[in-house]
């Protein structure tokens, strides 16, 4: 064999290991890549995990503070604790011979199970005079949006539901979402 020819032979190898370890690279590289994403999702996992917790340990917290249902408050004093202790209180002045009245506690009672970032009370607005006059509650039902103790907004009446007595549950919730008092997160079903 010349050595030209073997010189050739040589070349061509050369260049067949150089093409075949530059493959071995890309897939070398390949490999870390895949590496480095599940590292990442690793990541991605281990931080969903912990923010799942904390929201558990919230929904805990707030059911012992008596979210998740709708409660009657039974006088002044017990209002004052409610507010004190929640940050976001829906409370709704009502009067037990008053139809409209029954309408929202309909309304409330399923919202109350859904939106635990709120309390949900209700009190008889005649045996608490003092704070339907410290609120200025002339008309019921009212409902009182309170954050941080502070009233925020009243919806008296109907008039922002369309004054309608048919309105949905949906249409509620979405007053108080746009009021600040709760979060949408997914609809109310409509019953």
Do not use: W
Not at 59 to 83: A, L, P, Q
Not at 141 to 146: D, G, Q
Not at 169 to 183: A, M, V
């Amino acid at each position: 064999m010349s050595l030209l020819k073997a010189t050739s032979i040589h070349d061509t190898i050369v260049k067949v290991l150089e093409e075949t370890e530059n493959i071995l690279d890309d897939e070398l590289r390949s490999l870390d890549n895949i590496k480095n994403d599940e590292n990442e999702l690793n990541q991605i996992r281990r931080r969903r995990i912990e923010e799942m917790k904390k929201a558990q340990e919230l929904r805990r917290k707030y059911k012992s503070m008596g979210h998740g249902k709708y409660d009657i408050v039974t006088d002044e004093r017990e209002f004052f604790d409610v507010i004190k202790r929640s940050e976001n209180v829906i409370c709704h002045f009502f009067r037990p011979t008053t139809t409209r009245c029954e309408i929202f506690d309909k309304h409330l009672s399923k919202l109350a199970e859904k939106h635990l970032e709120a309390r949900f009370i209700k009190i008889n607005a005649e045996k608490a005079q003092f704070i339907c006059s410290s609120l200025n509650i002339r008309i019921l039902p009212t409902i009182a949006l309170i954050k941080n103790s502070i009233l925020i907004h009243k919806i008296i009446g109907f008039e922002e539901l369309c004054s309608k007595d048919d309105f949905t549950t949906l249409q509620l919730e979405e007053l108080l979402e746009k009021r600040g008092s709760i979060k949408i997160t997914s609809k109310c079903g409509e019953e």
